[in-house]
């Protein structure tokens, strides 16, 4: 296949194109250098040109808290380029395959959430996504929109990267443990989409367009994410860290707040696709050995 990646400089981006080479797809691996989605004329005459088979959108302003004090960059990266994206792919008729976020949720619910469940987002980038979400739901049939959480890997900033680093430094960790969602490593993030992007005459027949969750299993904590994390690691270094300590959410106030529950159920994925969501240890595991090795 002819693939656009947006967002090729990002943790999912970066996975996406490494495998779609992989793969022996075409691959135009755009960054906001190559593309501002937030620039409509821009996205039509790119896409246009571009020949593409199918477009994956992993673009997204996904500062959490500075997006509080920049609303307008959010909701022009988030809200407003999937929109841009959406109508140019409904006139040249490409499927387009877009990324998006547990922080739709408010985190209230109890049980793990699934795709019919209200959006109802905290802080303005769950707003934005949610926003995002909603135009490509509105303006192109031929859309699939992956709800991911907790995302980690090798390349960009992420959680992972921060406790590897505390840890280095600190002789105790002091790490949120009222939270719960699902971690999910990039690079499964990245094999799905792929998968995704190859069954669009599949989608087109028995109409399985529409919005999924993919997140890693099982559910866990900040905490016990950080306490994974820590454990792995010692196999390929020593580490300063002895002690990880459970705190609570008031404990560490932020300016965005955060959903208390964020997991996500991958069962609609797994029905109509086949599709089971990979242990996050797994992918931890195939991250921290490959940054050894690096």
Same mark, same amino acid.
């Given at each position: 296949?002819?693939?656009?990646?947006?967002? #090729?400089?990002?943790?999912?981006?970066?996975?996406?194109?490494? %495998?779609?080479?992989?793969?022996? $797809?075409?691959?135009?691996?755009?960054?906001?250098? *190559?593309?501002?989605?937030?620039?409509?004329?821009?996205?039509?005459?790119?896409?246009?040109?571009?020949?593409?088979?199918?477009?994956?959108?992993?673009?997204?302003?996904?500062?959490?808290? +500075?997006?509080?004090? @920049?609303?307008?960059?959010?909701?022009?990266?988030?809200?407003?380029?999937?929109?841009?994206?959406?109508?140019?792919? $409904? %006139?040249?008729?490409?499927?387009?395959?877009?990324?998006?976020?547990?922080?739709?949720?408010?985190?209230? +619910?109890?049980?793990?959430?699934? @795709?019919?469940?209200?959006?109802?987002? /905290?802080?303005?980038?769950?707003?934005? +996504?949610?926003?995002?979400? #909603?135009?490509?739901?509105?303006?192109?049939?031929?859309?699939?929109?992956?709800?991911?959480?907790?995302?980690?890997?090798?390349?960009?900033?992420?959680?992972? +990267?921060?406790?590897?680093?505390?840890? %280095?430094?600190? @002789?105790?960790?002091?790490?949120?443990?009222?939270?719960?969602?699902?971690?999910?490593?990039?690079?499964?993030?990245?094999?799905?989409?792929?998968?995704?992007?190859?069954? !669009?005459?599949?989608?087109?027949?028995?109409?399985?367009?529409?919005?999924? $969750?993919?997140?890693?299993?099982?559910?866990?904590?900040?905490?016990?994410?950080?306490?994974?994390?820590?454990?792995?690691?010692?196999?390929?270094?020593?580490?300063?860290?002895?002690?990880?300590?459970?705190?609570?959410?008031?404990?560490?106030?932020?300016?965005?707040?955060?959903?208390?529950? !964020?997991?996500?159920?991958?069962?609609?994925?797994?029905?109509?696709?086949?599709?089971?969501?990979?242990?996050?240890?797994?992918?931890?595991?195939?991250? /921290?050995?490959?940054?050894?090795? *690096?």
């Amino acid at each position: 296949m002819r693939i656009v990646i947006l967002g #090729a400089n990002g943790q999912v981006g970066w996975e996406l194109t490494r %495998r779609a080479h992989m793969l022996s $797809h075409e691959v135009l691996p755009w960054g906001q250098a *190559e593309l501002d989605i937030s620039n409509a004329s821009a996205v039509d005459k790119a896409l246009a040109a571009s020949s593409a088979d199918v477009v994956i959108n992993a673009a997204a302003y996904t500062a959490v808290d +500075k997006a509080e004090q @920049e609303p307008g960059r959010a909701f022009a990266v988030n809200r407003d380029g999937p929109a841009h994206l959406a109508v140019a792919c $409904h %006139r040249l008729n490409i499927p387009l395959l877009h990324i998006s976020t547990d922080y739709v949720y408010d985190g209230d +619910k109890p049980s793990p959430y699934v @795709e019919d469940d209200p959006i109802a987002p /905290l802080g303005l980038y769950g707003q934005s +996504k949610a926003e995002g979400d #909603a135009a490509v739901q509105r303006l192109l049939p031929r859309h699939l929109i992956l709800r991911v959480s907790w995302v980690f890997g090798i390349h960009g900033h992420n959680f992972v +990267k921060t406790m590897l680093r505390l840890a %280095r430094e600190r @002789e105790e960790l002091r790490v949120v443990a009222d939270q719960a969602g699902c971690p999910t490593y990039a690079g499964d993030i990245a094999d799905t989409l792929l998968n995704l992007a190859g069954r !669009s005459a599949e989608m087109d027949a028995n109409g399985a367009w529409g919005t999924y $969750h993919y997140c890693g299993a099982p559910a866990t904590t900040w905490h016990g994410f950080a306490s994974a994390i820590v454990e792995q690691a010692r196999e390929f270094e020593n580490l300063r860290a002895q002690t990880i300590t459970a705190i609570t959410t008031t404990d560490y106030p932020t300016p965005a707040a955060r959903p208390a529950n !964020s997991v996500l159920d991958n069962s609609r994925l797994a029905f109509r696709f086949g599709l089971q969501p990979r242990p996050w240890r797994d992918g931890l595991h195939t991250m /921290l050995a490959t940054l050894h090795a *690096e």
